[in-house]
């Protein structure tokens, strides 16, 4: 089974913080994404990848940034914290832009940024 | 603009009371049409996915099927352990990029 690791299921931080949120998975795949959820709203976008080193702007890059150094690990990095970015964050991996079952979600990490 | 709508936002059911969720979508050029479940606190889970209208697929008390416009997820009998958020996806292309769309999702709740 593919598995999608988020290293961390909650995380509490202050406004102004530099935050770094991590994702593995572990069965080769070139497409990795960045989500938040929210109440309401759904799941939206933030950044993507379809191969090491490289990055592409979602519907809603403002506020963060990722890095992806390796194929297995994707990184999403809130340069300084702010309250509206409590959220629900999930990542997720594809073998092909999308495939037959979509994508693969991690567990999730909920921030709350105080 | 690609757009994703679902309902009802909240759904409670008596087990066994069988009924239906809805997934309208607007998209140019539907090139799938995702089903998740999700669990509170955990990542979204694969239930189905449908290409062209008429289409059906099914799993356990589980029903999807499509229309040009709209997709239901019907469920029949269902019981407490159905209780999940429902989360609805099109597949785009828009922005020269491939993405998923989701809709807010319904919250299901099925009482014994």
């Known amino acids: 089974d593919v598995k999608v690791t988020q290293s961390s299921r909650y995380l509490v931080k202050r406004t102004g913080e530099k935050v770094f949120l991590e994702c593995v998975q572990d069965?080769?795949?070139?497409?990795m994404f960045w989500y938040r959820q929210d109440p309401g709203l759904g799941l939206r976008l933030i950044y993507f990848?379809?191969?090491?080193?490289?990055?592409e702007k979602g519907d809603i890059p403002e506020g963060y940034s990722v890095s992806r150094e390796k194929k297995e690990r994707f990184s999403l990095i809130l340069e300084s914290a702010s309250t509206n970015q409590t959220s629900m964050y999930l990542c997720?991996?594809?073998?092909?832009?999308?495939?037959?079952?979509?994508?693969?979600f991690g567990s999730g990490t909920r921030l709350t940024v105080v | 603009e690609d757009q994703v709508t679902q309902s009802p936002e909240a759904l409670r059911l008596q087990e066994g009371e069988s009924s239906s969720l809805n997934c309208s979508y607007t998209?140019?050029?539907?090139?799938?049409l995702f089903w998740y479940r999700q669990d509170p606190g955990k990542g979204p889970e694969f239930l189905f996915t449908l290409y062209s209208a008429g289409e059906e697929k099914e799993k356990e008390r589980l029903k999807a099927t499509l229309t040009k416009k709209e997709s239901f997820l019907h469920i029949t009998a269902p019981k407490p352990e159905d209780s999940a958020t429902y989360l609805c996806?099109?597949?785009?292309?828009?922005?020269?990029?491939?993405?998923?769309?989701f809709g807010a999702g319904t919250r299901l709740a099925v009482h014994p």
């Open positions: 069965m080769d795949h070139e497409n």
């Open positions: 990848s379809y191969d090491v080193k490289m990055k």
């Open positions: 997720a991996s594809s073998s092909t832009p999308v495939t037959n079952y979509g994508y693969t």
């Open positions: 998209v140019s050029g539907l090139r799938g």
């Open positions: 996806a099109v597949h785009s292309f828009s922005g020269g990029y491939n993405k998923l769309i």
